[in-house]
C-alpha cells in the first residue's frame, strides 16, 4: 500500500505540474493513459466496449450534451477532461470532431496496482475475497453469470449507485480474467471493517474527556435537529421500545429502566429509531462492545439521573432529542449489518421516519488509501441526497515508523477519503493530570522523542499521535477538521462483560428452607459443573464449596460481580456475600427486600477485599443466602458474571478522578478518532441548529461543513514548538486539515466580528466558463475568512484525482493583490474545500470571484455545480453580486456587530424592502415632525 500510494502522489505530482490549467496527461488508477497512442477510430472493433476517451480542453455544457446523445454510456470522470464509456464504433465518430484520443479501457486499468500484482504473482489457484462492481448498463444477473462461468463463487450481491455490486471468493486466474470482461468496471479486495477507537487496546485503564473549551454555550445544544449512527449497538437494548417487523426497526421514546441492567439515563426521554442490522434474528440491538454506546453519549448524551462529580456529563449536542441507530455489529464482534454495500445503510437512516441529516460513523477499512468502491458509494450517496452530512472517522493508523520523531503521511482509511464527507482526526484533550505518554502507550508506533515523550492528554493544540495524517493519494488535503480524542469521557454500555471474565446464567435458586443457600445453576448440573462452577446442593456454604468461577491468580483495575433479578423473591432477605482469602472472613456486599425493589446490580469485588495485591482472588469466594419464610419460594438471577474489567482506557477514578462507584459504572474514558468524530457531529447539529433559527431550516451538508472550517481553531504550531519537529503546519495541511473544531466564535462571537453564508443550490450554481463576483466591504483588521465548499460528483474508483467539478475561487484585495485559496498563489483544482484567509486585511472595498473552471458532471437539468461560501471577518456590507445584483439564490447574513443582531433573508428581498423602509421613515419623521409643531 505504501508503494502505491507513493505512486499515485508522484503521478498526481505529474498532473499538476504538467497540467496547469488542466491539461496535463490523462492519468488513471496509477496509470498514464495518454502515454499510449490513441486508438484509430477506422480500426476499432464492432460492439459496445467500454473506453476511456478524452475531450480537446475544457469539457463545456455542450459537449456533455452530445455525450449523451450520442448513444454511447458515460460511466465515470477521468481527470483531466476524460470519460469512461460504454460505447460503439459509430458512438465514437459522433464525437470526434471533440476528441482529443480514444483508449481501451484495459485490465490493469480496472485492479489497484498493489492487487494486480498480487493476483499474479500469487498463482490462478490462490483465493481471494474481492468487491467486483459492473458498469451501469449491465444487471445485476448478467454479472452473477460471468463471475460463475469463470469458477468464482458470488457471496453476495447488491446495486451501489448506478451500477451491480458482487462479493465474490474466486482465484487469482479468475479475477484477472474477469478484468477482461465487458461487463466489469473496477475489482479490489473485499474490505474488512474495523471500530475506530482500536488504540485502546494497546492501554489498560486510559480515559478522555472533552475539555471545557468545547462547552455549549448560549443555549446552542442541538435542540430540534435528528441525526444518525451506525456503530456495535446501544446499551442494554431494552429501551422499551415498540418493533415494527414490516420496517425492521424499534421505535419509540427510550423510558425503560429495564428489569435487568437499567437503560443508561443519558439517553432516557430521546425519540429514536433502531435497526437491529447486526443480529436480527434475535431482535437485539445490545451493545456487547461499547463502543457505539460512548459514541452515543459523546455526541448527544444528557445524564441528569448520574451526574458526574454532581455535574451532568452531557455530549456535544445534548438536546438532540430523536435519533437514528443502525446497530451493525454481532455478538461475536464481526460487522455483520455493514454490506458491502455502504449506501444502503445511509439509504436506510436518510429514509427513516425521524429524517436525520448528520450522519455519524467511526468505522472504517485499514490499510486502503486509494479513491475505491467505499468511498465512491458514500459521495455517490452524498451527490443524491446534499441535505445529509456524513461524518467518518479519519482512521488511528498514524505512526513513526521510520523513529524520526515525526508522524508518517498518508495514512487516511476508507471511505473517510472520500471527498464529500467531513472527515475527522483527533486532537488531545486537556487532561494535565494524566502522566501516561505516547511512548509508554505504544512503543513500537512511537519510539522516539518528543512524540515518545509526550503526555496524551495534556494540550488541546497538540495532535493525537495515532490520529491518521493526509495527504490523500492524489494529493487531497486530509483530514477535513480534528475535535478532541483522547481521554473522552462518555456513556459505558451496562451489556459489556470483558474477556477474562465468566457468565453464569440465568440462574434458577430455590429455597429449601429459613437461612439456606442456593443451588447454582445454568442449564443444568452439567453445564454449571464444565465452567467450573461449584454447584452447592447443601443446606448451607462452607469454605470448601464456594463459589470461584474466576480462575485469575492477579487482577488490576476492576473485578466487577454483575447481575440481575428477573423474578420477585415474595418476602424475606436476600443476602450477597463474598469470601475474602486474606481475611478468611465472609463479607457482605448487599441485602435486598421485595420492597427495595429488583433491578441490575453491578459490584467492583476489589474494593471489599483486604489484600488488593497479587494473587488477590485466590480463593475468592461468593455465596448467596435467603430468609425466607415460604420454602416453597425462590428467585431467578439472570446473566450472573464475575469480570476483570479494563473499561477500555479506564474509569474515571482509576486515574484519579474522583468519581462514586455508580459514576464509574456508568461513564467510561475511550479514545481514537472514533472518539472524535462524535464530538464533530454534535458540532455540526449545533451549527444546523443556528442556522435554523436564523430561518436556513434546510441547509445543505456543504454549507454545514463550510460554517465547521470558517470558525475552526488553526493549532498551529502544535505541542513540540517550530523547528524540527514542527507538528502541525500553518493550514491547510495533511495534519489537522483546516483546524480543531471550535464554536466559540459561532455561538460567542466577539464585537465587530460578522458571518454571512451563502447557499447556492442547482439552477444557481457553477457551470464550466462561468463566473460569479460579489464585493464587500471590510471595517477592520480582524481576521477575513472565506470558505467555499461543494459537493463534488462521485469519481471513478481507481481515479487518480478525485475531484470532478473544478471551481476557483480568489479574492482581490483594495490595493488590486489577489488571493487564492489553501495557502496557494494559484487556483486550487484538487480539493472542493477552499479557503483563503488573510489576517490583517486592509479595510476598504474586496471583490470575491468564482469560477467554474471545469463542469462535466453537473446536476440536471442546469448542469451546474452547486456550492456554498462562507465570509467572516469585520465585514459590515453584506457581500452582493456585483455592485447593483445581489444573490437570488438564498443567502443568510449573520451580522454580530454592536447589537449583536442576526438577520437571513433572499438577496434580492433586502433591495425591494429598502425603499419601502425609507419611505416609513420619511412617513414617520414627517408625522414626528407635525406632532412637535
Given at each position: 500500500?505504501?508503494?502505491?500510494?507513493?505512486?499515485?502522489?508522484?503521478?498526481?505530482?505529474?498532473?499538476?505540474?504538467?497540467?496547469?490549467?488542466?491539461?496535463?496527461?490523462?492519468?488513471f488508477?496509477?496509470?498514464?493513459?495518454?502515454?499510449?497512442?490513441?486508438?484509430?477510430?477506422?480500426?476499432?472493433?464492432?460492439g459496445?466496449?467500454?473506453?476511456?476517451?478524452?475531450?480537446?480542453?475544457?469539457?463545456?455544457?455542450?459537449?456533455?450534451?452530445?455525450?449523451?446523445?450520442?448513444?454511447?454510456?458515460?460511466?465515470?470522470?477521468?481527470?483531466e477532461?476524460?470519460?469512461?464509456?460504454?460505447?460503439?464504433?459509430?458512438?465514437?465518430?459522433?464525437l470526434?470532431?471533440?476528441l482529443?484520443?480514444?483508449?481501451?479501457?484495459?485490465?490493469?486499468?480496472?485492479?489497484?496496482?498493489?492487487?494486480?500484482?498480487?493476483?499474479?504473482?500469487?498463482?490462478?489457484?490462490?483465493t481471494?475475497?474481492?468487491?467486483?462492481?459492473?458498469?451501469?448498463?449491465?444487471?445485476?444477473?448478467?454479472?452473477?453469470?460471468?463471475?460463475?462461468?469463470?469458477?468464482?463463487?458470488?457471496?453476495?450481491?447488491?446495486?451501489?449507485?448506478?451500477?451491480p455490486?458482487?462479493?465474490?471468493?474466486?482465484?487469482?486466474?479468475?479475477?484477472?480474467?474477469?478484468?477482461?470482461?465487458?461487463?466489469?468496471?473496477?475489482?479490489?479486495?473485499?474490505?474488512?471493517?474495523?471500530?475506530?477507537?482500536?488504540?485502546?487496546?494497546?492501554?489498560?485503564?486510559?480515559?478522555?474527556?472533552?475539555?471545557?473549551?468545547?462547552?455549549?454555550?448560549?443555549?446552542?445544544?442541538?435542540?430540534?435537529?435528528?441525526?444518525?449512527?451506525?456503530?456495535?449497538?446501544?446499551?442494554?437494548?431494552?429501551?422499551?421500545?415498540?418493533?415494527?417487523?414490516s420496517?425492521?426497526?424499534?421505535?419509540?421514546?427510550?423510558?425503560?429502566?429495564g428489569?435487568?441492567?437499567?437503560?443508561?439515563?443519558?439517553?432516557?426521554?430521546?425519540?429514536v429509531?433502531?435497526?437491529?442490522?447486526?443480529?436480527?434474528?434475535?431482535?437485539?440491538?445490545?451493545?456487547?462492545?461499547?463502543?457505539?454506546?460512548?459514541?452515543?453519549?459523546?455526541?448527544?448524551?444528557?445524564?441528569?439521573?448520574?451526574?458526574?462529580?454532581?455535574?451532568?456529563?452531557?455530549?456535544?449536542?445534548?438536546?438532540?432529542?430523536?435519533?437514528v441507530?443502525?446497530?451493525?455489529?454481532?455478538?461475536?464482534?464481526?460487522?455483520?449489518?455493514?454490506?458491502f454495500?455502504?449506501?444502503?445503510l445511509?439509504?436506510?437512516?436518510?429514509?427513516?421516519?425521524?429524517?436525520?441529516?448528520?450522519?455519524?460513523?467511526?468505522?472504517?477499512?485499514?490499510?486502503?488509501?486509494?479513491?475505491?468502491?467505499?468511498?465512491?458509494?458514500?459521495?455517490t450517496?452524498?451527490?443524491?441526497?446534499?441535505?445529509?452530512?456524513?461524518?467518518?472517522?479519519?482512521?488511528?493508523?498514524?505512526?513513526?515508523?521510520?523513529?524520526?520523531?515525526?508522524?508518517?503521511?498518508?495514512?487516511?482509511?476508507?471511505?473517510?477519503?472520500?471527498?464529500?464527507?467531513?472527515?475527522?482526526?483527533?486532537?488531545?484533550?486537556?487532561?494535565?493530570?494524566?502522566?501516561?505518554?505516547?511512548?509508554?502507550?505504544?512503543?513500537?508506533?512511537?519510539?522516539?522523542?518528543?512524540?515518545?515523550t509526550?503526555?496524551?492528554?495534556?494540550?488541546p493544540?497538540?495532535?493525537?499521535?495515532?490520529?491518521?495524517?493526509?495527504?490523500?493519494?492524489?494529493?487531497?488535503?486530509?483530514?477535513?477538521?480534528?475535535?478532541?480524542?483522547?481521554?473522552?469521557?462518555?456513556?459505558?454500555?451496562?451489556?459489556?462483560?470483558?474477556?477474562?471474565?465468566?457468565?453464569?446464567?440465568?440462574?434458577?435458586?430455590?429455597?429449601?428452607g429459613?437461612?439456606?443457600?442456593?443451588?447454582?445453576?445454568?442449564?443444568?448440573?452439567?453445564?454449571a459443573?464444565?465452567?467450573?462452577?461449584?454447584?452447592?446442593?447443601?443446606?448451607?456454604?462452607?469454605?470448601?464449596?464456594?463459589?470461584?468461577?474466576?480462575?485469575?491468580?492477579?487482577?488490576?483495575?476492576?473485578?466487577?460481580?454483575?447481575?440481575?433479578?428477573?423474578?420477585?423473591?415474595?418476602?424475606?432477605?436476600?443476602?450477597?456475600?463474598?469470601?475474602?482469602?486474606?481475611?478468611?472472613?465472609?463479607?457482605?456486599?448487599?441485602?435486598?427486600t421485595?420492597?427495595?425493589?429488583?433491578?441490575?446490580?453491578?459490584?467492583?469485588?476489589?474494593?471489599?477485599?483486604?489484600?488488593?495485591s497479587?494473587?488477590?482472588l485466590?480463593?475468592?469466594?461468593?455465596?448467596?443466602?435467603?430468609?425466607?419464610?415460604?420454602?416453597?419460594?425462590?428467585?431467578?438471577?439472570?446473566?450472573?458474571?464475575?469480570?476483570?474489567?479494563?473499561d477500555?482506557?479506564g474509569?474515571?477514578?482509576?486515574?484519579?478522578?474522583?468519581?462514586?462507584?455508580?459514576?464509574?459504572?456508568?461513564?467510561v474514558?475511550?479514545?481514537?478518532?472514533?472518539?472524535?468524530?462524535?464530538?464533530?457531529?454534535?458540532?455540526?447539529?449545533?451549527?444546523?441548529?443556528?442556522?435554523a433559527?436564523?430561518?436556513?431550516?434546510?441547509?445543505?451538508?456543504?454549507?454545514?461543513?463550510?460554517?465547521?472550517?470558517?470558525?475552526?481553531?488553526?493549532?498551529?504550531?502544535?505541542?513540540?514548538?517550530?523547528?524540527?519537529?514542527?507538528?502541525?503546519?500553518?493550514?491547510?495541511?495533511?495534519?489537522?486539515?483546516?483546524?480543531?473544531?471550535?464554536?466559540?466564535?459561532l455561538?460567542?462571537?466577539?464585537?465587530?466580528?460578522?458571518?454571512?453564508?451563502?447557499?447556492?443550490?442547482?439552477?444557481?450554481?457553477?457551470?464550466?466558463?462561468?463566473?460569479?463576483?460579489?464585493?464587500?466591504?471590510?471595517?477592520?483588521?480582524?481576521?477575513?475568512?472565506?470558505?467555499?465548499?461543494?459537493?463534488?460528483?462521485?469519481?471513478?474508483?481507481?481515479?487518480?484525482?478525485?475531484?470532478?467539478?473544478?471551481?476557483?475561487?480568489?479574492?482581490?484585495?483594495?490595493?488590486?493583490?489577489?488571493?487564492?485559496?489553501?495557502?496557494?498563489?494559484?487556483?486550487?483544482?484538487?480539493?472542493?474545500?477552499?479557503?483563503?484567509?488573510?489576517?490583517?486585511?486592509?479595510?476598504?472595498?474586496?471583490?470575491?470571484?468564482?469560477k467554474?473552471?471545469?463542469?462535466?458532471?453537473?446536476?440536471?437539468?442546469?448542469?451546474?455545480?452547486?456550492y456554498?461560501?462562507?465570509?467572516?471577518?469585520?465585514?459590515?456590507?453584506?457581500?452582493?453580486e456585483?455592485?447593483?445584483?445581489?444573490?437570488?439564490?438564498f443567502?443568510?447574513?449573520?451580522?454580530?456587530g454592536?447589537s449583536?443582531?442576526?438577520?437571513?433573508?433572499?438577496?434580492?428581498?433586502?433591495?425591494?424592502?429598502?425603499?419601502?423602509?425609507l419611505?416609513?421613515?420619511?412617513?414617520?419623521?414627517?408625522?414626528?415632525?407635525?406632532?412637535?409643531?
Open positions: 500500500m505504501t508503494r502505491y500510494f507513493i505512486r499515485l502522489m508522484t503521478l498526481a505530482g505529474l498532473s499538476l505540474a504538467g497540467c496547469g490549467r488542466g491539461t496535463g496527461p490523462l492519468i488508477n496509477g496509470h498514464v493513459v495518454d502515454r499510449d497512442a490513441s486508438l484509430r477510430m477506422s480500426s476499432l472493433p464492432s459496445r466496449l467500454p473506453y476511456i476517451i478524452r475531450f480537446r480542453g475544457r469539457v463545456m455544457p455542450a459537449d456533455v450534451s452530445m455525450l449523451e446523445s450520442s448513444g454511447m454510456v458515460k460511466e465515470g470522470y477521468v481527470p477532461n476524460g470519460f469512461i464509456v460504454l460505447a460503439n464504433r459509430g458512438d465514437l465518430l459522433n470526434k470532431d471533440r482529443a484520443g480514444v483508449w481501451a479501457y484495459r485490465p490493469s486499468f480496472r485492479v489497484p496496482p498493489d492487487f494486480y500484482d498480487r493476483l499474479i504473482a500469487s498463482g490462478p489457484d490462490a481471494y475475497d474481492a468487491l467486483v462492481l459492473g458498469f451501469r448498463s449491465v444487471t445485476g444477473g448478467t454479472l452473477v453469470q460471468d463471475i460463475e462461468s469463470l469458477e468464482g463463487t458470488v457471496v453476495g450481491t447488491a446495486r451501489s449507485g448506478d451500477g455490486l458482487a462479493h465474490v471468493r474466486a482465484g487469482a486466474g479468475s479475477l484477472l480474467s474477469l478484468a477482461s470482461s465487458s461487463d466489469v468496471r473496477w475489482i479490489q479486495p473485499y474490505p474488512r471493517f474495523i471500530l475506530l477507537n482500536d488504540v485502546a487496546s494497546w492501554i489498560i485503564g486510559a480515559r478522555m474527556s472533552a475539555s471545557t473549551v468545547y462547552e455549549n454555550t448560549n443555549g446552542y445544544d442541538g435542540r430540534g435537529q435528528a441525526v444518525a449512527i451506525a456503530d456495535t449497538g446501544l446499551d442494554t437494548g431494552n429501551a422499551g421500545l415498540a418493533y415494527d417487523p420496517e425492521g426497526r424499534f421505535y419509540g421514546t427510550i423510558t425503560d429502566t428489569t435487568g441492567m437499567p437503560f443508561h439515563p443519558a439517553f432516557l426521554g430521546k425519540q429509531s433502531v435497526y437491529a442490522e447486526g443480529y436480527p434474528d434475535v431482535y437485539s440491538f445490545a451493545d456487547n462492545v461499547g463502543h457505539g454506546t460512548h459514541v452515543a453519549g459523546t455526541l448527544l448524551g444528557h445524564d441528569t439521573v448520574t451526574p458526574f462529580a454532581g455535574m451532568p456529563h452531557d455530549g456535544m449536542a445534548y438536546g438532540v432529542d430523536r435519533f441507530f443502525q446497530a451493525v455489529m454481532n455478538r461475536q464482534g464481526q460487522f455483520t449489518g455493514i454490506s454495500s455502504i449506501g444502503k445511509f439509504e436506510q437512516a436518510y429514509d427513516d421516519p425521524l429524517a436525520p441529516r448528520i450522519h455519524s460513523d467511526s468505522w472504517g477499512v485499514s490499510n486502503i488509501n486509494y479513491y475505491d468502491i467505499l468511498a465512491w458509494e458514500l459521495d450517496f452524498m451527490w443524491s441526497h446534499p441535505d445529509m452530512l456524513v461524518l467518518f472517522a479519519a482512521g488511528n493508523d498514524g505512526m513513526d515508523a521510520d523513529a524520526d520523531g515525526i508522524v508518517d503521511p498518508g495514512s487516511i482509511e476508507t471511505p473517510a477519503l472520500a471527498k464529500d464527507c467531513l472527515t475527522v482526526g483527533a486532537s488531545e484533550s486537556y487532561r494535565p493530570t494524566i502522566k501516561l505518554t505516547y511512548g509508554v502507550a505504544w512503543p513500537a508506533s512511537f519510539p522516539a522523542p518528543p512524540i515518545s509526550g503526555r496524551i492528554a495534556d494540550d493544540d497538540g495532535m493525537a499521535a495515532f490520529s491518521s495524517r493526509g495527504p490523500a493519494s492524489d494529493g487531497r488535503i486530509e483530514p477535513d477538521l480534528v475535535a478532541p480524542g483522547t481521554f473522552i469521557l462518555s456513556a459505558r454500555s451496562g451489556s459489556v462483560f470483558y474477556s477474562n471474565g465468566f457468565e453464569h446464567g440465568p440462574g434458577a435458586f430455590s429455597i429449601s429459613t437461612s439456606q443457600g442456593f443451588a447454582i445453576q445454568k442449564y443444568g448440573y452439567e453445564s459443573q464444565a465452567l467450573g462452577v461449584t454447584v452447592v446442593t447443601a443446606p448451607v456454604l462452607s469454605a470448601a464449596e464456594l463459589f470461584t468461577p474466576l480462575s485469575i491468580a492477579s487482577v488490576s483495575g476492576r473485578a466487577e460481580l454483575s447481575f440481575s433479578v428477573s423474578s420477585y423473591l415474595p418476602d424475606g432477605v436476600l443476602s450477597l456475600e463474598c469470601y475474602d482469602p486474606s481475611s478468611g472472613s465472609w463479607i457482605t456486599m448487599d441485602t435486598f421485595e420492597t427495595t425493589g429488583w433491578q441490575g446490580k453491578d459490584y467492583d469485588i476489589l474494593s471489599y477485599l483486604t489484600d488488593t497479587t494473587d488477590n485466590n480463593g475468592f469466594g461468593l455465596r448467596f443466602t435467603v430468609s425466607a419464610s415460604d420454602p416453597a419460594d425462590y428467585v431467578m438471577l439472570d446473566d450472573i458474571a464475575i469480570s476483570t474489567v479494563t477500555g482506557w474509569s474515571a477514578s482509576s486515574w484519579g478522578i474522583t468519581a462514586t462507584s455508580r459514576e464509574d459504572r456508568r461513564y474514558f475511550l479514545g481514537g478518532t472514533s472518539m472524535a468524530t462524535p464530538v464533530a457531529a454534535g458540532g455540526a447539529a449545533i451549527v444546523r441548529q443556528w442556522l433559527l436564523r430561518g436556513m431550516t434546510a441547509p445543505s451538508a456543504a454549507l454545514v461543513k463550510a460554517v465547521l472550517i470558517n470558525t475552526a481553531h488553526d493549532m498551529y504550531p502544535g505541542q513540540y514548538g517550530i523547528g524540527k519537529y514542527l507538528e502541525v503546519p500553518g493550514r491547510p495541511n495533511n495534519v489537522e486539515g483546516w483546524g480543531r473544531l471550535d464554536l466559540r466564535r455561538l460567542s462571537p466577539p464585537r465587530g466580528w460578522y458571518l454571512h453564508v451563502f447557499d447556492y443550490p442547482t439552477g444557481r450554481g457553477m457551470t464550466t466558463a462561468g463566473q460569479r463576483t460579489l464585493e464587500f466591504e471590510v471595517l477592520d483588521h480582524e481576521l477575513l475568512m472565506i470558505t467555499l465548499v461543494w459537493t463534488d460528483y462521485p469519481a471513478s474508483p481507481g481515479a487518480s484525482k478525485a475531484i470532478v467539478n473544478q471551481l476557483e475561487v480568489s479574492v482581490t484585495d483594495p490595493a488590486g493583490r489577489t488571493y487564492y485559496p489553501n495557502g496557494m498563489d494559484q487556483p486550487d483544482l484538487t480539493n472542493n474545500i477552499q479557503q483563503i484567509e488573510i489576517p490583517d486585511p486592509e479595510t476598504g472595498i474586496y471583490r470575491l470571484t468564482i467554474g473552471h471545469n463542469v462535466p458532471q453537473g446536476v440536471q437539468p442546469a448542469d451546474d455545480q452547486p456554498a461560501l462562507v465570509v467572516s471577518g469585520g465585514v459590515f456590507r453584506r457581500p452582493v456585483g455592485r447593483l445584483y445581489p444573490n437570488r439564490g443567502s443568510c447574513s449573520l451580522a454580530y454592536t449583536g443582531s442576526a438577520s437571513c433573508m433572499y438577496g434580492m428581498a433586502l433591495l425591494l424592502l429598502l425603499p419601502a423602509l419611505l416609513v421613515a420619511r412617513y414617520a419623521l414627517a408625522r414626528r415632525r407635525e406632532r412637535g409643531a
